[in-house]
């Protein structure tokens, strides 16, 4: 996998950044497009539902379910 790529995004009013590799984040996007979902938006619901599991975490196992459920192309 490549190195990791860092976006920053305003969650509960707070600014954070996440640091993912390129290829969970092209995921991310595919899932917020199929969505009708901003990536903010996204990010904001992933944070929502994630529980004590870290912000990092939480985006990559919904890009490995999403993958998992609806294939790589999907």
Do not use: Y
């Not at 590799?21 to 996007?29: G, R, S």
């Not at 199929?34 to 919904?62: F, H, V, W, Y």
């Amino acid at each position: 996998m490549s190195s990791l790529s860092k976006r920053s995004v305003a969650l509960a009013g707070h600014a954070t950044s996440v640091a993912l590799e390129p290829e969970f984040w092209a995921v991310l996007d595919r899932i917020a497009t199929t969505r009708d979902l901003s990536k903010a938006q996204l990010m904001a619901e992933i944070d929502a539902n994630r529980g004590r599991r870290p912000l990092a975490s939480a985006c990559r196992l919904l890009a490995l379910d999403w993958v998992a459920d609806h294939g790589r192309q999907a």
